[in-house]
């Protein structure tokens, strides 16, 4: 036998400015998403022109429906006026938006070889791909709100009961979410940021075809169908009906489990497209 005696193995250094982690521990998913969260805050703080756009466009367009066109506009004896209509199409318009600048972040990490490196780090897609959802929600409420303050100062008079504000927070929250996880599915689809954009017109434009501008009604009667039928104009109409204290029925209902869907399959949809795309 040697006399020379066996040295414990050293644990590799780790590297300065780090904080040990107890052995046999990892961040979780969790703790994956937050950082991924801060990450996607970060990078949306520093496209300045992207932001710009997200949080003027509906602001102008909102204007223009109420200036410019709102007096040739019949929207029924129950709205005083124009801007008492047309408030909350304007705020899932603006989600629409907001949501649409998920896709192209989700697509610049695909095409920069980021993922790989998080892969490496032990980080899995939905941590990635849920910190962009996150990221999207806090920009989109953040938006809704300087929307909502405009609308206050051009004339925008709620009426809504404490339960009716909650209802309406939680049906615009849900849209926002499933949004942004179906635009968070397009990023995974299109092959470059630019495609991704391109694809996402399609959900930015749904809120025209239904009860956001105009009645359904005075739409001619094979658009009357589509937009009566199609997930936005629920959430609109609930918006609408809880923002302003009247009736709504199951309208709210209605539009949550269009939500529901749309989240479900979009979750699943984005599982299976990263998996595709990484494998």
């Known amino acids: 036998m040697s006399d020379t ?3 414990p193995r050293r644990a590799p250094a780790r590297p300065t400015g780090t904080t040990a982690e107890p052995p046999g521990r990892s961040p979780g998913p969790l703790t ?3 950082v991924m969260t801060a990450r996607a ?6 496209n300045i022109d992207a932001l710009i756009t997200s949080l003027a466009l509906p602001i102008m367009l909102m204007l223009i429906f109420v200036y410019f066109f709102g007096g040739a506009i019949d929207t029924g004896s129950e709205y005083d006026t124009y801007v008492m209509y047309v408030v909350p199409g304007v705020l899932l318009l603006s989600a629409g938006f907001g949501a649409a600048t998920t896709a192209t972040a989700v697509s610049e990490d695909m095409k920069g070889g980021i993922i790989d ?4 780090l032990d980080v899995g897609g ?4 849920a910190g962009h959802v996150a990221a999207s929600t806090v920009r989109n409420l953040c938006a809704t709100a300087l929307v909502f303050g405009v609308a206050l100062l051009i004339g ?6 404490w339960s009716g504000w909650l209802l309406a927070a939680a049906v615009l929250i849900a849209y926002i979410v499933a949004l942004s996880w179906l635009s968070a ?3 995974l689809l299109a092959r ?3 495609a991704a954009s391109g694809f996402t017109f399609f959900m930015s434009f749904l809120p025209y075809p239904s009860s956001a501008f105009v009645r359904t009604e005075s739409m001619p009667d094979w658009l009357h169908g589509f937009a009566d039928h199609q997930p936005i104009t629920p959430a609109i109409e609930s918006l609408r009906g809880l923002l302003l204290g009247q009736e709504m029925g199951g309208t709210p209902w209605i539009a949550l489990a269009w939500a529901a869907g749309m989240l479900t399959v979009a979750i699943a949809a984005s599982g299976t497209l990263f998996r595709l795309r990484t494998r």
Not at 117 to 120: D, G, L, Q
């Open 32 to 34: 994956h998403t937050a």
């Open 117 to 120: 490196r998080f892969r490496s």
């Open 5 to 7: 005696a066996v040295q």
């Open 185 to 187: 599915a397009i990023g």
């Open 192 to 194: 470059t940021p630019e």
């Open 156 to 161: 925008f008079r709620p009426a809504a009961t």
């Open 41 to 46: 805050l970060r990078l949306s703080s520093r």
């Open 126 to 129: 939905t941590p990635v791909l």
